[in-house]
């Protein structure tokens, strides 16, 4: 696909009264055959809304190693100081730690399943990499929310991702229920981009990660996708994964439950979407965020 990557096709942050954009872009890359790696009413339903979820995809000896992993690093992080580990806002709990595939081997290689990487590498119709790799943590009683925000907003004016090629993967560290703060979407809302209103101070990614203000929806905007296309919350056991495109609206709410929420979080990016400079003008966002191969 021969794309003028100058061109801001997807502008957003600029104006105080958002216009919505049609999406420009596919959502599938491929088309299915019998020799594609999930089913074709599958391919359809990521198609529709623009989210797949796949319950115990991991069997529970390969789960625990990751587990087990997520919860050193955790613990082995309290008291350190590093740019990759992102406190809650107002305290000091661990929230997430970025580049966990090029820090750790053990997700180094669960960013290189076979399996996982046959879906993705479908859906967006080519090789991939790593633009974006962390672990969430969202503990019993004080887990923060993530608010409503359309990733490829965010990756498209702060980090420079040129087009809708992207998506995330999400798995389920523990059991995942409708009551403990996991990952909502509207489903279908990847058909639609919504421009952001402000300008996005300098250095944002410092108190972006810790509680995102600028890079969400206003709320009149928020209020219209959630009449149109309604709020789906996939919920499974651990063990299981939720791709979703990177323009649908997602978000999570705070787990005031004993139970845990964490999960590991890998955003795949197309070898053909290698970002550019940031369509906002501003420096980019510093690599254990965004991935910036070939510049």
């Given at each position: 696909m021969d794309l003028d990557?100058?061109?801001d096709v997807y502008p957003s942050r600029m104006d105080t009264d958002p216009q919505w954009?049609?999406?420009q872009d596919p959502v599938v890359y491929s088309e299915w055959s019998s020799e594609s790696p999930i089913r074709k009413e599958q391919v359809e339903f990521y198609q529709k809304n623009g989210y797949l979820f796949l319950e115990s995809f991991f069997a529970e000896e390969e789960l625990q190693g990751?587990?087990?992993e997520a919860r050193r690093l955790q613990e082995s992080s309290r008291g350190l100081k590093a740019d990759e580990i992102i406190r809650e806002p107002g305290g000091d709990e661990v929230r997430s730690i970025f580049a966990v595939h090029r820090s750790q081997p053990v997700f180094r290689e669960l960013s290189q399943h076979p399996r996982l990487l046959a879906i993705i590498e479908f859906l967006l119709g080519?090789?991939?990499?790593?633009?974006q790799s962390r672990i969430n943590y969202k503990p019993g009683f004080t887990g923060k929310e993530f608010y409503w925000h359309s990733d490829f907003e965010t990756w498209h004016v702060e980090d420079g991702m040129p087009r809708m090629r992207a998506l995330s993967c999400?798995?389920?560290l523990e059991d995942n229920y409708a009551f403990n703060g996991p990952l909502m979407v509207l489903p279908g809302s990847q058909h639609i981009f919504v421009p952001c209103i402000g300008q996005t101070p300098d250095d944002?990614?410092?108190?972006s990660l810790r509680k995102q203000q600028y890079g969400v929806p206003d709320h009149k905007s928020l209020t219209e996708m959630v009449k149109r296309f309604g709020i789906d919350t996939p919920v499974g056991p651990a063990g299981s994964i939720l791709l979703f495109d990177c323009n649908i609206m997602h978000g999570s709410n705070?787990?005031?439950t004993p139970y845990p929420r964490s999960n590991i979080f890998m955003v795949y990016n197309s070898v053909e979407n290698k970002v550019v400079q940031p369509y906002?003008?501003?420096n980019p966002r510093p690599e254990f965020i965004a991935t910036r191969q070939g510049i």
């Amino acid at each position: 696909m021969d794309l003028d990557l100058t061109k801001d096709v997807y502008p957003s942050r600029m104006d105080t009264d958002p216009q919505w954009l049609p999406r420009q872009d596919p959502v599938v890359y491929s088309e299915w055959s019998s020799e594609s790696p999930i089913r074709k009413e599958q391919v359809e339903f990521y198609q529709k809304n623009g989210y797949l979820f796949l319950e115990s995809f991991f069997a529970e000896e390969e789960l625990q190693g990751y587990q087990e992993e997520a919860r050193r690093l955790q613990e082995s992080s309290r008291g350190l100081k590093a740019d990759e580990i992102i406190r809650e806002p107002g305290g000091d709990e661990v929230r997430s730690i970025f580049a966990v595939h090029r820090s750790q081997p053990v997700f180094r290689e669960l960013s290189q399943h076979p399996r996982l990487l046959a879906i993705i590498e479908f859906l967006l119709g080519s090789s991939v990499y790593i633009h974006q790799s962390r672990i969430n943590y969202k503990p019993g009683f004080t887990g923060k929310e993530f608010y409503w925000h359309s990733d490829f907003e965010t990756w498209h004016v702060e980090d420079g991702m040129p087009r809708m090629r992207a998506l995330s993967c999400s798995i389920a560290l523990e059991d995942n229920y409708a009551f403990n703060g996991p990952l909502m979407v509207l489903p279908g809302s990847q058909h639609i981009f919504v421009p952001c209103i402000g300008q996005t101070p300098d250095d944002h990614y410092k108190e972006s990660l810790r509680k995102q203000q600028y890079g969400v929806p206003d709320h009149k905007s928020l209020t219209e996708m959630v009449k149109r296309f309604g709020i789906d919350t996939p919920v499974g056991p651990a063990g299981s994964i939720l791709l979703f495109d990177c323009n649908i609206m997602h978000g999570s709410n705070s787990n005031i439950t004993p139970y845990p929420r964490s999960n590991i979080f890998m955003v795949y990016n197309s070898v053909e979407n290698k970002v550019v400079q940031p369509y906002s003008g501003q420096n980019p966002r510093p690599e254990f965020i965004a991935t910036r191969q070939g510049i």
